[in-house]
C-alpha cells in the first residue's frame, strides 16, 4: 500500500501536468509483494526497537543471544544489499557479499551448537546392560550347547 498510495500521489500530481504515464500492469504484482514485505519489515524493526535491548538480552540465554545478534546482523546487511540493488551497484562485487557469508557461516556455526544440544545422548550404562544381557547365556541352555559342541563358541557368560 505504501508504494501505491506514494505512486498515486505522483500519479495525481503527473495528471495534472501530464507527464507521466501509467506504469504497467504486469508490475502491479510484484509491488504488492514488495509492499506487503516492506510493512512486514517496518512492522518487525518497531517490535524490536520497542524493547530496550538490554532489556530483552537479559531474558535470554547465551545461544538466544547469539541467534538474536546474528540475525540483526544479517537482517541490515541484506537490507544493505537492497540499498546498493537500488542504486546501480553490483552487490556481489561489492564487500557486502564477504559480510554475509561471514554471517552464514557464524549461523551454520550456532544451528550446529542447537543441533548438538536436542541430539539423544546415550547411556553408557544402559547400552553395556543390553550388551551383557544379550550374551548372557543361561547355565542350562550353556550345558546342551557345549555337549553337542553347535553353540560353544556363539555365546559367552558375562561376569
Same mark, same amino acid.
Do not use: C
Given at each position: ?52 535491548? =538490554? ?5 535470554? &540465554?547465551?545461544?538466544?543471544? /547469539?541467534? !538474536? #545478534?546474528?540475525?540483526? @546482523? ?33 549461523? =551454520? ?5 542447537? &543441533?548438538?544440544?536436542k541430539? /539423544?545422548? !546415550? #547411556?553408557?550404562?544402559? @547400552? ?23 553353540h ?7 561376569s
Amino acid at each position: 500500500m505504501l508504494l501505491r498510495n506514494v505512486y498515486t500521489g505522483a500519479e495525481k500530481m503527473a495528471d495534472e501536468d501530464g507527464s507521466v504515464e501509467d506504469y504497467p500492469t504486469e508490475i502491479d504484482e510484484y509491488l504488492t509483494g514488495f509492499d506487503s514485505s516492506v510493512t512486514s519489515v517496518n512492522k518487525m524493526v518497531q517490535t524490536l526497537m520497542s524493547v530496550s535491548r =538490554n532489556e530483552l538480552l537479559q531474558k535470554l &540465554d547465551p545461544l538466544e543471544q /547469539a541467534k !538474536l #545478534d546474528l540475525m540483526s @546482523a544479517y537482517a541490515l546487511n541484506s537490507l544493505f544489499w537492497t540499498y546498493l540493488v537500488t542504486q546501480g551497484v553490483n552487490p556481489k562485487e561489492h564487500g557486502i557479499k564477504q559480510e554475509l557469508e561471514r554471517i552464514r557461516t557464524y549461523m =551454520n556455526k550456532v544451528k550446529e551448537i542447537t &543441533d548438538r544440544k536436542k541430539a /539423544a545422548r !546415550l #547411556d553408557k550404562g544402559a @547400552a553395556s546392560r543390553f550388551v551383557r544381557n544379550a550374551l548372557w547365556e543361561a547355565e542350562g541352555e550353556k550345558s546342551k550347547a557345549t555337549s553337542d559342541g553347535s553353540h560353544q563358541s556363539k555365546r559367552r557368560k558375562q561376569s
